[in-house]
């Protein structure tokens, strides 16, 4: 499973990247691996908040459905639109095209004291 170094994990196998004052959130390589073929990503709309380890939306496989966790608080600033006619993506491109949101955090220095690093997030997968 790839696992980036430079991204923040959580439990429920979400990732963030910070870039600048806003945060990318996807799912894991290991997340989608999972899943199957994902068919279809629910997301917030632009404008609303979301609130860290709170569902944010849904995204659903050929195998199951599943909500997807944020992984810091704040307010959504941007999804990716190419989902709705590519869920596809999910699978192909988990840390780059697949992304969902970005958000701009309203608590990151306090909140990413919540979330796991590479190494962490790599030992929760093996465990299983």
Not at 8 to 20: A, Q, S
Request: glycine letters at 8%.
């Amino acid at each position: 499973m790839n696992v980036p170094a430079d991204l923040l994990y959580t439990d429920e196998h979400e990732w963030v990247r910070l870039e600048g004052d806003v945060a990318v959130v996807g799912i894991t390589d290991y997340a989608q691996h999972e899943l199957g073929d994902v068919v279809y990503v629910e997301l917030p709309e632009v404008g609303s908040t979301v609130e860290q380890g709170k569902p944010f939306g849904v995204v659903e496989s050929v195998k199951a459905a599943s909500d997807l966790y944020a992984p810091v608080s704040g307010e959504v600033v941007e999804v990716n639109t190419a989902l709705e006619d590519a869920p596809e993506l999910v699978n192909d491109d988990p840390y780059g095209e697949g992304w969902m949101i970005k958000v701009r955090p309203s608590n990151w220095e306090a909140e990413k004291a919540n979330l796991l690093d590479a190494e962490a997030y790599r030992r929760l997968i093996e465990e299983g």
